[in-house]
T-cell receptor, first 111, second 120 residues
Framework: DQQVKQNSPSLSVQEGRISILNCDYTNSMFDYFLWYKKYPAEGPTFLISISSIKDKNEDGRFTVFLNKSAKHLSLHIVPSQPGDSAVYFCAAKGGTYKYIFGTGTRLKVLA | EAGVAQSPRYKIIEKRQSVAFWCNPISGHATLYWYQQILGQGPKLLIQFQNNGVVDDSQLPKDRFSAERLKGVDSTLKIQPAKLEDSAVYLC??????????????????FGPGTRLTVL
């Protein structure tokens, strides 16, 4: 049972435009959510997180939105840059200390 | 600040052989995680240590996988004997602490580059 889902395996966006990556979860016990970026042959790098007590968190070009009623979060990247091309994973946890990761979305930013 | 170190970076073995991976976390990080990432999937937590104690190993296949974190610093993950389905990237991560005292969130995890295991 996939508790954290990233239904879009890939996404292409023009440089300068907005990239929106989506993530859905099923477990209402999740109370903390993270986004990671991964380049080939490297480990994931933490990008941004959000606690369930918030519905938005912003860090520079990256904003994460959380809709608890819909069990949905999204990562917005504005403006998108070619260096943002990578695989993005969302992750969630709650209750116990276990992190659950989604399957990832490959973002390609076209110059 | 040095990152999380892992070795080897690549390993090819035959099924039923044994293999061990090593991880050196960021200095001062109390929490250490081992993840398995199968191609096309997200990382799956295998085991989490807080200092040298196990916090969560519910997804560790204990009949063949073992891990230890002696002295609360370096960690090794061992597979014995390996199966074809163990082919994956094994990621080690560390964080300063498991849980922040006020926000209810977690300390940021820093990942190493991973070890790509191929079982033939």
């Amino acid at each position: 049972d996939q508790q954290v889902k990233q239904n879009s395996p890939s996404l292409s966006v023009q440089e300068g435009r907005i990239s929106i990556l989506n993530c859905d979860y099923t477990n209402s016990m999740f109370d903390y959510f993270l986004w990671y970026k991964k380049y080939p042959a490297e480990g994931p790098t933490f990008l941004i997180s959000i606690s369930s007590i918030k519905d938005k968190n912003e860090d520079g070009r990256f904003t994460v939105f959380l809709n608890k009623s819909a069990k949905h979060l999204s990562l917005h990247i504005v403006p998108s840059q070619p260096g943002d091309s990578a695989v993005y994973f969302c992750a969630a946890k709650g209750g116990t200390y276990k992190y659950i990761f989604g399957t990832g979305t490959r973002l390609k930013v076209l110059a | 600040e040095a990152g999380v170190a892992q070795s080897p970076r690549y390993k090819i073995i035959e099924k039923r052989q044994s293999v061990a991976f090593w991880c050196n976390p960021i200095s001062g990080h109390a929490t250490l995680y081992w993840y398995q990432q199968i191609l096309g999937q997200g990382p799956k937590l295998l085991i989490q240590f807080q200092n040298n104690g196990v916090v969560d190993d519910s997804q560790l296949p204990k009949d063949r996988f073992s891990a230890e974190r002696l002295k609360g610093v370096d960690s090794t993950l061992k597979i014995q004997p390996a199966k074809l389905e163990d082919s994956a990237v094994y990621l080690c991560a560390s964080s300063l602490r498991a849980k922040l005292p006020t926000s209810g969130g977690e300390g940021e995890q820093f990942f190493g580059p991973g070890t790509r295991l191929t079982v033939l």
